[in-house]
């Protein structure tokens, strides 16, 4: 069975750095795309990030380019998600995502405030 568990969120005053983590199961890690999302009240889940297979292409909203940086360790079947100089609006609930076999699947999520 698919697993997902994010991990790494938390309170960070704005400027700070977060790094999260996606512990993958369940499937063949490498042969997927991995993709984190967030979410606030009111608002659509929104693509952060996106990172190919063996890392060879990374995608990013234009609201955090130059500040994430997504990434992938196959040995450890963990994709992260660095985010560094936080903005208030950055402030969600950070979900990572597969898309396999015609499903999506999502972790629970870790929730990411940024505030003083």
């Known amino acids: 069975q698919v697993q997902l568990v994010e991990s790494g969120g938390g309170l960070v005053q704005p400027g700070g750095s977060l790094r999260l983590s996606c512990a993958a199961s369940g499937f063949t890690f490498s042969w997927y795309t991995l993709n984190w999302y967030r979410q606030v009240p009111g608002k659509e889940r929104e693509l952060v990030a996106g990172i190919t297979t063996a890392g060879g292409r990374t995608s990013y909203a234009d609201s955090v380019k130059g500040r994430f940086t997504i990434s992938r360790d196959a040995a450890k079947n963990t994709v992260y998600l660095q985010m560094n100089s936080l903005k208030p609006g950055d402030a969600a609930v950070y979900y990572c995502?597969?898309?396999?076999?015609?499903?999506?699947?999502w972790g629970k999520g870790t929730l990411v405030t940024v505030s003083s």
């Open positions: 995502n597969v898309f396999r076999n015609g499903m999506d699947y």
